[in-house]
């Protein structure tokens, strides 16, 4: 996805706190999404932002801030089913456009 | 689960071939998405149809071709395959026109490999 950057890979601690960061292009911005994916698997939909500030879900919460074309997603008490890739997807006039993804290892 | 189906889950096929991957939306949604997923790639988005018609095109080469017919259910056929045509094919659904604002909701995907 040429519009997202994201990390590649990050490592954490069963039970400990990870933020995964992403950037993407402003122009034709028109909301932001987080997906889940283990490998092999399908994407499943974490969070979707639309406005400035954070959405908080459970143990994961998410962050936008359109001024600077910047979202991060947050994890708290990491668990080892944790461990997966997480997709920043991007919605530029009417279509999707995903990061690379960052892999997410949970060591316990 | 998410409701959404997609057959074959693998497919194994040699160089020059033609393939037809199918998916069946949720119950209810009338867009369809397609993706291809490569080992070193994210998500590229493919194509999407609304209600039978063509809605939004990504990077889709000329090889490929989709459909979305009367029963809401899609194709997409894959033509003239390359090696470099071996990936994860996910379609995903979603009750809207456009890809803002709802989640799309993806099948298990078919797993193609070109020999």
């Known amino acids: 996805g040429q519009n997202i950057d994201q990390p590649t890979e990050m490592t954490a601690t069963e039970g400990a706190i990870v933020q995964i960061n992403c950037t993407y292009q402003?122009?034709?911005?028109?909301?932001l999404f987080w997906y889940q994916q283990h490998a092999g698997e399908a994407p499943t939909f974490l969070s979707y932002?639309?406005?400035?500030g954070l959405e908080e879900k459970g143990r994961f919460s998410s962050f936008l801030s359109r001024s600077k074309g910047y979202s991060y997603l947050l994890l708290k008490e990491l668990q080892m089913k944790d461990s997966a890739s997480y997709l920043c997807a991007e919605v530029v006039t009417d279509k999707l456009i995903f990061g690379t993804g960052t892999r997410l290892q949970v060591f316990p | 689960d998410s409701g959404v189906t997609q057959t074959p889950k693998h497919l194994i096929t040699a160089t020059g071939q033609r393939v037809t991957l199918r998916c069946s939306p949720r119950s209810g949604d009338l867009s369809v998405y397609w993706y291809q997923q490569s080992l070193d790639q994210g998500l590229q988005f493919l194509i999407q149809y609304y209600n039978g018609e063509e809605r939004a095109k990504g990077n889709i080469l000329e090889r490929f071709s989709a459909q979305q017919f009367p029963d809401l259910h899609s194709e997409l056929n894959l033509s003239s395959l390359e090696l470099g045509d071996s990936a994860l094919y996910f379609c995903?659904?979603?009750?809207?026109?456009?890809?803002?604002?709802?989640?799309?909701?993806f099948g298990p995907g078919t797993r193609l490999t070109v020999t």
């Open positions: 932002n639309v406005l400035d």
């Open positions: 995903a659904s979603s009750v809207v026109q456009g890809a803002a604002s709802y989640e799309q909701y």
């Open positions: 402003t122009s034709g911005f028109n909301g």
